[in-house]
């Protein structure tokens, strides 16, 4: 790699980390020419994905995009970048499980993020579907949010 101080062409790594549950590792390298010190981190990358629209167009796979999709619901929201990160390596590993022959459709990966949301954060899994599913109307969007509650008190009950 190269140096980004003197532009050398070669560093070499003195240490280096697993990070994030094993799914980047945090390398700390110097220039053997000027004995600069930095960073680097290095992640999973899902490489020729392809992702098919509703209208039946395709395009590549984008982290940063889905990434997008998941902050908007969550903001303002108590859910720190750590958590964050984790469950958007959550949802990439589970579409890397889904994936047949290199494609999955945009319906596929609305309904996996709806699933970590529904477990992260309540209220920005409702603000994700309310967009995701487009309800026709607000009863609609109330059964959603009933279906919610119930499972809720559901999950209480079961907890005593």
Do not use: W
Not at 125 to 130: D, E, G, K, M
Request: charged share 40%.
């Amino acid at each position: 790699m190269r140096c980004p101080s003197c532009q050398h062409e070669d560093t070499r790594v003195i240490d280096s980390r697993v990070m994030d549950e094993g799914t980047s590792i945090r390398r700390r390298r110097e220039c053997p020419k000027c004995g600069f010190r930095f960073s680097t981190a290095e992640e999973i990358e899902i490489l020729a994905l392809t992702v098919t629209k509703v209208n039946g167009r395709q395009e590549a796979y984008d982290k940063d995009k889905l990434l997008r999709s998941i902050k908007l619901p969550l903001q303002k929201r108590p859910v720190t970048p750590a958590k964050l990160k984790r469950a958007l390596h959550s949802i990439e590993q589970e579409i890397q499980t889904k994936v047949k022959k290199d494609v999955i459709s945009t319906e596929q990966i609305g309904q996996i993020v709806m699933q970590h949301l529904k477990k992260l954060d309540k209220v920005a899994y409702i603000r994700f579907a309310s967009v995701y599913r487009s309800f026709d109307d607000i009863d609609a969007f109330a059964d959603e949010l009933r279906k919610l509650a119930k499972n809720r008190k559901k999950s209480r009950k079961n907890k005593k």
